[in-house]
């Protein structure tokens, strides 16, 4: 994650279909990021896309199960609706079933809202600087996913890695540091157009969907600390 704009923080939206928690978090936003002049709710997947058809938020938290789903294709939605934009989780689940697939949908943060207000507030103000809001159980799961995962078969047995062109493997680099596409293309001295473009060929050539996802990759490549 990069830092974010303060355009980015403006209007913000929540996801959650219980009242008591919907008001809770729709109180500790602006408090936690002053910068955030209007909070928008929904209670539902088919409420939250309505608002999502009126304007693109920079910054949402959602809850995991709705009345009406899971938020797994909303997150992305989100996501792809504004360059930049940050969606965090907010739930009450931590197990492997509800992190992993959140974060593979597009998640940057994952907070639990049995934390008291103190603490979620200073996870949420960690996004500002381009940090994930994590609550400290889900970044230890991550970490403890990641460790526990078997090891690598040899080099001799491994199948051979995508091989992506020079460009290409500039691009990764450039995503993986937490780069805007825009960015990326200002970097490269290329067009949006032509880095987006890059981008779908990364991800169709290494089999993965998301940012979070290409980092990995990337970081197992050596392109990035």
Known sequence: MSPLSPALLERALIV???DEPRE???ELLPRALPQVQRVDTA???AQARERLREHAYGLALVDWGLPDGTSESLISELVAARPGAVVIVATIHDDDAHVFPAL???AQGYILKSQPAAVVVAQLQRIEQGEPALSPSIAARVLRHFHDAPAAPSAAAA???AQLTDREVDVLRLIAKGYKAAEVAQLLGLSSHTVTGYVRDIYRKLGISSRAEATIEAARRGLVA
Do not use: K, N, S
Request: no cysteine; glycine share 6%; aromatic share 6%.
């Open 16 to 18: 959650e279909d219980l």
């Open 24 to 26: 809770w978090l729709a």
């Open 43 to 45: 209670a539902t997947l």
């Open 104 to 106: 593979r949908a597009g």
């Open 159 to 161: 199948p051979p890695a």
